[in-house]
């Protein structure tokens, strides 16, 4: 069974920092491409950052040189390390692997 947790959100001042985790199973985790996303308040969900397995990284332009995401295979776990965050960052944080099934995401709110 497929299964995505995500943990590490809260409430954070502008300029401060929070590290999300995500918790894979049910998924050859190791060959698979993991990606963040986000939704905000009223708005679409967006993609945030992607990492393929080999480790290659790709980031959303509003995000760049602020945001890393980082995997490890051994704990079947993917990261999004959120530096300098800013109150548009606040969102609902998802990771997934390309799969039908979300997780209940983790609450990020960055306030002013």
């Known amino acids: 069974q497929v299964q995505f947790v995500e943990s590490g959100g809260g409430l954070v001042e502008t300029g401060g920092s929070l590290r999300l985790s995500c918790a894979a199973s049910?998924?050859?985790?190791?060959?698979?491409?993991m990606t963040w996303y986000r939704r905000a308040p009223g708005k679409q969900r967006e993609l945030v950052a992607q990492?393929?397995?080999?480790?290659?990284?790709n980031y959303a332009n509003s995000v760049k040189g602020r945001f890393t995401i980082s995997r490890d295979n051994a704990k079947n776990t993917v990261y999004l390390q959120m530096n300098s965050l800013k109150p548009e960052d606040t969102a609902v944080y998802y990771c997934?692997?390309?799969?039908?099934?979300w997780g209940q995401g983790s609450q990020v709110t960055v306030s002013s």
């Open positions: 997934n692997g390309g799969f039908m099934t």
């Open positions: 049910g998924i050859l985790f190791s060959l698979t491409t």
């Open positions: 990492i393929s397995a080999g480790g290659n990284t």
